[in-house]
Each structure stands twice: as C-alpha cells, then as structure tokens.
C-alpha cells in the first residue's frame, strides 16, 4: 500500500540551528510528494512540492529533493527562526486515484530563541 | 479574496447529536476532500469528491456523511454513530491533476461530550 513516515517529534532547535526532517515514503504508483506546515490551531499551507525524481521543491529557505532510490524526501532548512515553529507533514499523492493525499503523522518543530 | 472557509472554528455538542461542519470554496475548483486530525497524529481522509452530485469514501468514513450539490460547498455530518467524533476536521479543495496542490481551510475543532 501507499504510506509515508516522518521521524518522531518533538524537535527542539536553537535559533539559526540546520534542521532535517526526514521522510520516506512507500508508493505503489509514482507519486507527487509535498511539504505542508501547520502553525497552531491553523489548517495546512503547501510549503513545498516535487512531481518526479531529482526534482528539488524549495521555498522561504526550506528545501526537499525527491530521491526515487532512497523513497525519500527529507526536508532541510540552513538556518531555523523562532517563527519557523510548526508541525510539519510530508504527504505523497498517486496519480489517478482521485487527488488524495497521504499524510505522516507529523513532527513537531520548536525553535528557541 | 479567493480562499476556503469552515465554520464555526469551534463547536460543541451532546453526544448522540448529528451535527453539520461547514465548507465552501471560491477558488472554482472541482474537487474537495474531508480530513480528521487527531493529536500527534497525521491527517486521514474522511470522503472526498471530485464532481458535482458525486463522492467517494476515504479511509475513515464510517459514521460520517457528505453531500456535494453545488461545486462550491461540501458539508460534512458527523453523525450519532461515530465514536469517537472529538477530533480536528479539516476541508481542502483541489484543481483536478495530480501535481496541483491542495488548498486548506482554517479547520473546524469539534468537542462531543
């Protein structure tokens, strides 16, 4: 079946700290893979997409490269700040079957000062 | 402003009540989706649909129902027989493809006590 994995949060970072979240993914079509970040008690923005292998989605410092060998897409960000603090959910969606997303469970970000 | 909207952003009921979440959309996109999001835990698909008059299941859709006249608006009943309905429901909406993101309401949490 089609399902991603995140790693477990909680993480706490410093400010200006490299973050990585990793993802994996198990996928029984090509899927498109995504990024959302939920700030408290909001709904979900798209933080960053990729729709094929070696394709490297990148936005507000955050970036992720779609590599099909490792079913990976792990997120990166150089340099955190207090208001990169969210969760944040990576999510795969086949083509064809109806647009569905299919979603981690979510890690935790916490970034001090 | 185009954008989704849920209403209310917090709502309340007696248990074995049936109750009606809220989701319209101006963005004229063809598909909408229902998802329930429980702590710590990643988003799951409730039903979604990609067209007027017509909707499919999800993952979780049993004690739950949808409705899909008008292309703009796919309210939710969250009914008597789900058990466990506490929870963080969230409406998105999609351009039909499969690399499209898609877009997030601002979420509905429901309380049943």
């Known amino acids: 079946g089609n399902s991603v994995t995140q790693m477990e949060g909680p993480v706490t970072l410093s400010e200006e700290a490299f973050l990585t979240i990793n993802c994996t993914y198990t996928a029984t079509g090509y899927p498109s893979l995504f990024w959302y970040v939920q700030y408290p008690g909001e709904g979900l923005q798209l933080l960053l997409k990729a729709t094929k292998a070696d394709d490297k989605g990148s936005n507000k410092g955050f970036e992720a490269t779609y590599r099909k060998e490792t079913t990976s897409f792990h997120l990166e960000k150089g340099s955190v700040q207090v208001s990169d603090s969210a969760v944040y959910f990576c999510a795969l969606k086949i083509y064809n079957q109806g647009g569905k997303l299919i979603f981690g469970q979510g890690t935790e970000l916490s970034v001090k000062p | 402003d185009g954008g989704i909207t849920q209403s209310p952003k917090y709502l309340f009921r007696k248990e074995g009540q049936n109750v009606t979440l809220s989701c319209e959309q101006n963005?004229?996109?063809?598909?909408m989706y229902w998802y329930r999001q429980d702590p710590g835990q990643g988003l799951r698909l409730i039903y979604y649909s990609q067209i007027v008059n017509d909707f499919q299941k999800g993952d979780i859709a049993e004690g739950y129902s949808v409705s899909r006249e008008k292309k703009e608006s796919f309210p939710l009943t969250v009914t008597s027989a789900q058990k466990n309905p506490t929870a963080f429901y969230l409406c998105?909406?999609?351009?039909?493809?499969?690399?499209?993101?898609?877009?997030f309401g601002p979420g509905t949490r429901l309380t049943v006590t």
């Open positions: 963005l004229n996109h063809d598909a």
């Open positions: 998105a909406s999609t351009l039909e493809g499969n690399s499209y993101e898609q877009y």
